[in-house]
């Protein structure tokens, strides 16, 4: 149980253009969902989090209007990233929360602007 | 602002030797987990910690969470290459928004 996936787990995009990220919980409903950044060989790094139904919580530093975050429903939460320039490059994760302390991470997407 | 921080950050030992992780903070968790990465994947959690004090065991890996709930260790017994990865200690802060604090991390690798 606790499965958590991403879609896609690779793009690439060029410069200027937008990319949507899907993060679903496969068998349980996830009331909130977080999304992460990391870079390589680093730890995960807090970018929002998505509440089913409102609006998005965005930690300090991150551009709302650039990460688009929506959660229509208990089992989706999307993340995209607006007008992608290189610097947007990295592996982004998200992860539902099932219980009151627990997380679980999706795959992750690898997305690389050129 | 709440910090976690994890040691050692790097690790490389030999297959048999054992090794431990700290994570420690100034800050009280409710609660805090252990992850275990590979490259180019998502974390895996390995065990949540609840109580102060409470040690739990998964095969050669033991957790223990510190009696005041700010610190946190990891014991890897005999490691074996297939113990190589990124390992991450989250504390869930007070309240119920479910956010987790991340420890840097500690990447090792377990040479045969």
């Known amino acids: 149980g606790a499965v958590v996936s991403q879609h896609p787990s690779w793009v690439i995009c060029k410069s200027g253009t937008s990319v949507k990220i899907e993060c679903r919980s496969l068998?349980?409903?996830?009331?909130?969902m977080f999304w992460y950044r990391q870079f390589p060989k680093q730890s995960l790094m807090l970018m929002a989090t998505?509440?089913?139904?409102?609006?998005?919580?965005?930690e300090q530093g991150v551009e709302k209007d650039k990460f688009l975050i929506n959660h229509a429903s208990l089992t989706l939460s999307t993340l995209t990233v607006t007008s992608a320039h290189p610097e947007d490059s990295s592996f982004y994760i998200c992860?539902?929360?099932?219980?009151?302390?627990?997380?679980?991470f999706g795959p992750g997407t690898r997305l690389t602007v050129t | 602002t709440q910090l976690l921080e994890q040691s050692p950050q790097f690790l490389s030992i030999q297959e048999g030797e054992n090794l431990t992780v700290y994570c420690n903070s100034s800050?009280?968790?409710?609660?805090l987990q252990w992850y275990r990465q590979e490259p180019g994947e998502g974390p895996v959690l390995l065990v949540t910690?609840?109580?102060?004090?409470e040690v739990k065991k998964l095969k050669r890996l033991t957790f223990q969470f510190g009696d005041a709930r700010k610190d946190s260790s990891l014991h890897i017994t005999a490691a074996q290459p297939g113990d190589t990865g990124l390992y991450l200690c989250?504390?869930?802060?007070?309240?119920?928004?479910?956010?987790?604090?991340f420890g840097q991390g500690t990447t090792l690798q377990v040479k045969p």
């Open positions: 998505s509440n089913e139904g409102s609006k998005a919580t965005y």
């Open positions: 992860s539902a929360r099932e219980q009151a302390y627990e997380q679980y």
């Open positions: 910690v609840v109580t102060g004090g």
């Open positions: 068998d349980f409903q996830a009331t909130t």
């Open positions: 989250a504390g869930a802060i007070a309240g119920n928004t479910g956010k987790l604090i």
């Open positions: 800050s009280v968790f409710s609660s």
